[in-house]
T-cell receptor, first 112, second 114 residues
Framework: EAQVTQNPRYLITVTGKKLTVTCSQN?????MSWYRQDPGLGLRQIYY???????DKGDVPEGYKVSRKEKRNFPLILESPSPNQTSLYFC???????????FGSGTRLTVV | AQSVTQLDSQVPVFEEAPVELRCNYS??????LFWYVQYPNQGLQLLLK??????LVKGINGFEAEFNKSQTSFHLRKPSVHISDTAEYFC????????????FGTGTRLKVLA
């Protein structure tokens, strides 16, 4: 079954404590992306990757890092989380020819 | 630059009634169009997409959408809704050039009433 697996599903952390949200896909897709979803703002792209070792900024990259060392994994790193990064985060992947996304189940992050 | 407008933030409708969720877009280049559904506590799921060909697109769960180039719209319809259709629906576009970046609308919350 085609899957995008994110962990953890829920996370409460304190300001400044580094954290990593993992994302893994089993569809062998080159393209992967991270979004954050906030009420009234829809989905905003944080970072994306078009292939291994190729990453680029989306619309709201400040305060986030990513890496793409393997095709299947695309972790999101918050080096020093702040309360304004409290949000619902989604990892997604898509085939480069049909453009439809497959999303993970989401990570609800609260930074206090 | 592209933009997507979903004018209705919430749409209440009674069970078995028809529904239309509106989506308008703005773009200086040709686009591909998508509708996604998000059930509570889940990720987004692709409902349907328009890439080319017939402007009437059928998707999963009985939904369909029609691409209207002159009105730059891609409204989503279902002739008879069920309680289980209660969810948030997102329209999205990507341009047919460049990085093929997605632009999402802000979503329409469909609430189906018994």
């Amino acid at each position: 079954e085609a899957q995008v697996t994110q962990n953890p599903r829920y996370l409460i952390t304190v300001t400044g404590k580094k954290l990593t949200v993992t994302c893994s896909q089993n569809m062998n897709h080159e393209y992967m992306s991270w979004y954050r979803q906030d009420p009234g703002l829809g989905l905003r792209q944080i970072y994306y990757s078009m292939n291994v070792e190729v990453t680029d900024k989306g619309d709201v990259p400040e305060g986030y890092k990513v890496s793409r060392k393997e095709k299947r994994n695309f972790p999101l790193i918050l080096e020093s989380p702040s309360p304004n990064q409290t949000s619902l985060y989604f990892c997604a992947t898509r085939d480069i020819t049909n453009y439809g996304y497959t999303f993970g189940s989401g990570t609800r992050l609260t930074v206090v | 630059a592209q933009s997507v407008t979903q004018l209705d933030s919430q749409v209440p409708v009674f069970e078995e009634a028809p529904v239309e969720l509106r989506c308008n877009y703005s773009s200086s280049v040709s686009v591909y169009l998508f509708w996604y559904v998000q059930y509570p506590n889940q990720g987004l799921q692709l409902l349907l997409k328009y890439l080319s060909g017939s402007t009437l697109v059928k998707g999963i769960n009985g939904f369909e959408a029609e691409f209207n180039k002159s009105q730059t719209s891609f409204h989503l319809r279902k002739p008879s809704v069920h309680i289980s259709d209660t969810a948030e629906y997102f329209c999205a576009v990507i341009s047919k050039s460049g990085t093929y970046k997605y632009i999402f609308g802000t979503g329409t919350r469909l609430k189906v009433l018994a």
